[in-house]
């Protein structure tokens, strides 16, 4: 494992506490980024499945099936966090060029860098596995990524079982 520089994170308690347990070992202070916050769900906000599928079936069904067409009603379309997601994977770059550095995010902001760096369009969202805790390795040359393993869960192992959440 190479030296970690820096540990950045979504504003988000539940993603700044993760990279406070990773940073304070480290003896760093995780550093919060706005374009690292979660999907804004806007009206389906603090709602279930369900209860978002009776007042929008029909876009609930399309944010399944064609995630890449669906703009939650106030809320936020897969594009526009692609490109809070770029910007905020660019600034993190530019602060450490050659350097190792751990991000904290969330399932869905986790997958569109994926897809980035990737180079696969938004409607492949729902075919890349992030489980929570998952680690994702990236490296980055110049503007060419490269992922070196994804959703990796092996910390997760408690005497050969997976650790429930």
């Known amino acids: ?9 979504s ?16 003896e760093l202070t995780e550093a919060p980024v706005q374009d690292l916050i979660d999907i804004d769900y806007g ?6 499945p369900e209860e978002v599928g009776s007042l929008w079936p029909d876009l609930l069904s399309a ?3 064609r995630p890449h067409t669906v703009h939650i009603p106030g809320g936020e379309s897969l594009g526009e966090i692609r490109v809070r997601c770029r910007r905020a994977v ?20 986790n997958r ?3 897809l980035e760096v990737l180079g696969l369009a938004n409607d492949r969202f729902w075919r890349l596995r992030q489980d929570n ?3 994702n390795e990236i ?8 992922l070196v393993s994804m959703n990796d869960t092996c910390h997760l192992q408690v005497s050969g079982e997976q650790a429930s959440s």
């Open 112 to 114: 569109v860098i994926l």
């Open 63 to 65: 944010w399944y099936e």
């Open 133 to 135: 805790c998952a680690i």
């Open 43 to 48: 009206e389906w906000q603090g709602k279930t």
């Open 90 to 109: 660019g600034q993190v770059a530019e602060r450490h060029p050659q350097e190792c550095v751990v991000v904290v995010a969330h399932t869905v902001i």
């Open 11 to 26: 504003p988000l308690s539940r993603a700044a506490r993760t990279a406070q347990a990773i940073a304070h070992p480290l």
């Open 1 to 9: 494992m190479w030296p970690v520089s820096a540990v950045y994170c």
């Open 139 to 146: 490296e980055m040359e110049g503007d060419t990524f490269t």
